[in-house]
Nanobody, 123 residues
Framework: QVQLVESGGGLVQAGGSLRLACAVS????????MGWFRQVPGKERELVAGINSRGGTTYYADSVKVRFTIARDNAKNTVYLQMTSLKSEDTAVYYC????????????????WGQGTQVTVSS
């Protein structure tokens, strides 16, 4: 079974930074595209950032471009989301997810998910 375990969420003041990590086990991490999604109550899960299996292609939602950076370390089977200049609008539950090779913008295309980690940005 493919398992994804997230860490790094918490409470931070507006303008601050936070780094999320997602460790993957039970599969071939180097063959997975990885995505970071976020969800707030009453809204659909949104792709924030994605990275393909080799790490050469990335995707960012317009709302987080420049402020957030996704990276992966295939030797450690871990994907990261570095978040800077955080705003109250970034408050959400953040999930990491895995699928095959290439990034998809749709949460429905990701079969493997972490448990989610709460990020709260106070103003």
């Amino acid at each position: 079974q493919v398992q994804l375990v997230e860490s790094g969420g918490g409470l931070v003041q507006a303008g601050g930074s936070l780094r999320l990590a997602c460790a993957v086990s039970g599969g071939t991490f180097s063959l997975y595209a990885m995505g970071w999604f976020r969800q707030v109550p009453g809204k659909e899960r949104e792709l924030v950032a994605g990275i393909n299996s080799r790490g050469g292609t990335t995707y960012y939602a317009d709302s987080v471009k420049v402020r957030f950076t996704i990276a992966r370390d295939n030797a450690k089977n871990t994907v990261y989301l570095q978040m800077t200049s955080l705003k109250s609008e970034d408050t959400a539950v953040y999930y990491c997810a895995a699928r095959g090779i290439v990034i998809s913008e749709s949460f429905r295309e990701y079969p493997y998910w972490g448990q989610g980690t709460q990020v709260t940005v106070s103003s």
